[in-house]
């Protein structure tokens, strides 16, 4: 375990300090070259910002940044809850959720969900959940959930039932998951096919909700300290990103590194 610290977190001094992310399914370091409690958007010119969480360079907007710099925070944290919570097995599935028409009520999405979520468990008994509100290219608002069955045995659940459930539109989908890693980072706002979409978001809009069992236990932690708490987990993945300018200036680099039970 140590020299795959060392290995993939060179340059990190014993006593710097790292984020450690801890939920039922793994432990998570992630290590930057800046201070720890960091903005998750650094200006690098007058037209030019960087995300610090992806390394994505992205276009400047004075009046876009506090929603941005909400929605980042957001997607961090949502991808956390995802990876940590849920695993892709049987008991799990992706179901999308649309409207009929253009959906330009945000604000009634959490009661319409909640509802659906009653009638789900009503007849599949308690269920680990996750939702997240997208509007789409036209800003049309739609639903991603992640469900999973507690009570037991394979969720079969068929996308005639979700449509019979749900009624609010007559497009849903169903399907198993195959990555969970994979999908969690699908809903990073920064994306090149997303961020354009960030213009649609209200201020301060929370822009996921999860079931009450689901809570992420945060801490800053010196590196030297960091062996002690992964020593009986396996690595999952790990991913470094190097941020730089137009004229490839180092600004920063973030390392994430992921253990699981063996």
Same mark, same amino acid.
């Given at each position: 375990?140590?020299?795959?610290?060392?290995?993939?977190?060179?340059?990190?001094?014993?006593? !710097?300090?790292?984020?450690?992310?801890? $939920?039922?399914?793994?432990?998570?370091?992630?290590?930057?070259?800046?201070?720890?409690?960091?903005?998750?958007?650094?200006?690098?010119? *007058?037209?030019?910002?960087?995300? $610090? !969480?992806?390394?994505?360079?992205?276009?400047?907007? %004075?009046?876009?940044?506090?929603?941005?710099?909400? /929605? $980042?925070?957001?997607? @961090?944290?949502?991808?956390?809850?995802?990876?940590?919570?849920?695993? &892709?097995?049987?008991?799990?599935?992706?179901?999308?959720?649309?409207?009929?028409?253009?959906?330009?009520?945000?604000?009634?999405?959490?009661?319409?969900?909640? +509802?659906?979520?009653?009638?789900?468990?009503?007849?599949? &008994? @308690?269920?680990?959940?996750?939702?997240?509100?997208?509007?789409?290219?036209?800003?049309?608002?739609?639903?991603?959930?992640?469900?999973? *069955?507690?009570?037991? &045995?394979?969720?079969?659940?068929?996308?005639? %039932?979700?449509?019979?459930?749900?009624?609010? &539109?007559?497009?849903?989908?169903?399907?198993?998951?195959?990555?969970?890693?994979?999908?969690?980072? +699908?809903? !990073?706002?920064?994306?090149?096919?997303?961020?354009?979409?960030?213009? +649609?978001?209200?201020?301060?809009?929370?822009?996921?909700?999860?079931?009450? !069992?689901?809570?992420?236990?945060? #801490?800053? $932690?010196?590196? #030297?300290?960091?062996?002690? /708490?992964? @020593?009986? *987990?396996?690595?999952?993945?790990?991913?470094?990103?190097?941020?730089?300018?137009?004229?490839?200036?180092?600004?920063?680099?973030?390392?994430?590194?992921?253990?699981?039970?063996?």
């Amino acid at each position: 375990m140590a020299k795959n610290l060392q290995k993939n977190f060179q340059e990190i001094n014993p006593d !710097d300090y790292v984020s450690v992310y801890n $939920t039922p399914r793994y432990t998570e370091i992630v290590a930057n070259d800046n201070k720890p409690k960091r903005p998750p958007v650094k200006r690098i010119s *007058k037209q030019e910002y960087v995300n $610090t !969480d992806t390394g994505e360079v992205l276009d400047f907007k %004075e009046k876009e940044v506090k929603s941005i710099e909400s /929605l $980042t925070k957001q997607c @961090k944290r949502l991808r956390i809850y995802i990876s940590g919570y849920f695993s &892709g097995d049987k008991t799990e599935r992706f179901i999308t959720l649309t409207y009929s028409g253009h959906m330009a009520e945000p604000e009634k999405i959490s009661n319409d969900f909640k +509802y659906f979520m009653r009638k789900i468990m009503r007849k599949y &008994g @308690k269920c680990r959940y996750i939702y997240i509100k997208e509007p789409d290219e036209k800003g049309s608002w739609h639903i991603h959930c992640i469900i999973k *069955k507690l009570s037991g &045995g394979d969720f079969n659940i068929t996308e005639e %039932e979700v449509r019979s459930m749900w009624k609010a &539109g007559e497009i849903v989908n169903v399907k198993p998951i195959y990555d969970i890693d994979k999908l969690s980072w +699908y809903f !990073d706002i920064s994306h090149k096919d997303k961020k354009h979409r960030i213009k +649609y978001y209200p201020k301060n809009m929370r822009i996921y909700e999860h079931s009450r !069992d689901m809570k992420i236990d945060k #801490k800053y $932690t010196k590196f #030297k300290n960091i062996n002690s /708490l992964v @020593k009986d *987990k396996q690595v999952n993945y790990k991913k470094q990103i190097n941020i730089t300018s137009d004229d490839m200036k180092k600004i920063n680099k973030i390392r994430y590194m992921q253990f699981i039970a063996k």
